[in-house]
């Protein structure tokens, strides 16, 4: 089965730096585009940013430079490093990613996998 799982999520001052962590395990062929998305107390969950397998690179409106998203395809991760954190960017943050699964018949349709989220607290 395909697995993501999500770290480096956790309690940050105002101003400060957290790197999340998604590793993708199971019987994979390919990786297509990644990304995170997050969703605040109350919000819909939104676009933080993704990364297609070209390296092109999409950001939401709200992180004005503060966040980069990076991928390894050898280790099947996707990275997102947050600078200059502030109390908006609370919320949960959710990997995806649009993978090709392996199985004995061969290559299945892309689909999209979610990580379980993990809780980003930005707080004095």
């Known amino acids: 089965q395909v697995q993501l799982v999500e770290s480096g999520g956790g309690l940050v001052q105002p101003g400060g730096s957290l790197r999340l962590s998604c590793a993708a395990s199971?019987?994979?062929?390919?990786?297509?585009?990644m990304g995170w998305y997050r969703q605040g107390s109350g919000k819909q969950r939104e676009l933080v940013a993704t990364v297609t397998s070209g390296g092109s690179t999409n950001y939401g409106d709200f992180v004005k430079g503060r966040f980069t998203i990076s991928r390894d395809n050898a280790k099947k991760t996707v990275y997102l490093q947050m600078n200059s954190l502030n109390t908006e960017d609370t919320a949960v943050y959710y990997c995806?990613?649009?993978?090709?699964?392996?199985?004995?018949?061969?290559?299945?349709?892309?689909?999209?996998?979610w990580g379980q989220g993990t809780q980003v607290t930005v707080s004095s």
């Open positions: 199971g019987s994979i062929f390919s990786i297509n585009a």
């Open positions: 995806k990613m649009a993978v090709i699964a392996r199985t004995m018949l061969g290559r299945m349709p892309s689909q999209d996998y």
